[in-house]
């Protein structure tokens, strides 16, 4: 069994908030110096759940995939610390930031490139923009059933048994294979790399390719992009203001705020 894990190089979310500032002018978010990137923790348990594939006994092969800068290395290096077998970065530097859109058309179009995968898995979202749109996408272009929101997923009889959350509780869904499965975080934390399976990683293939070699033409990928429009990134300003209801008791303090939240018209 083939399964291919979507993973994104993020900002640590773990980050103070001061290591980001937004540029409005250019509505971009911009990383300040010495910011840690690492893999979205959504996409951690991506391939988490297709490590449990492989531990409850289905002979599996999995490989990591990601589009990203040529820095998006080391969070596939992460990836095969991890347990994948292989990882594939389709390296894009002029990508636009939260393009969830562009992304899965170049994950589709990866995907296909590879040996034929029979399980999709990504994050439920980004752990940056949380758009939550690309799993969804990848299923769309490839024209495969898609499961949301997992948080356990099971090979059986050649069905993807997945276990999916919902408002108010969880259903079971079956799907046919090939599928793609999006992961939420009640499938619980995932492994921490072994020192065994780190010092492997440095054996196990990573390949890069440029975009016309995934079968992509820039100018596709920018026009895709550009379908959305950002009109605003700005950083919301608190303005909050605190004001003394006075009375010579608790009697009138209490009727005069009751007579504020009238002229207000909030009573």
Known sequence: ???VVCVKQVPNPEASFSMLKVDEQAKQVVPVAGLQLVMSPFDEQALEAALRVRDAGVETKITALCVGPESARNTLKHALAMGADEAVLVKDDGLPDGAGEATAYVLARAVRQLPAADLVLTGRQAADWDAGIVGCGIAELLG??????ARRVDIVDGLARVERVLPDGFETIEATLPAVVTVSNELGAARK???????????KPLAVRALPEAGIEPQALQAIAARRTRERLYVPVKDTRCEVVEGVDDAAQAAALVQRLRDARLV
Not at 144 to 149: G, I, Q
Not at 193 to 203: D, F, H, V, Y
């Open 144 to 149: 495969l059933p898609v499961v949301t929101l």
């Open 193 to 203: 790399p072994s020192l065994r399976e780190t010092m492997r990683a440095a054996r």
């Open 1 to 3: 069994m083939h399964i």
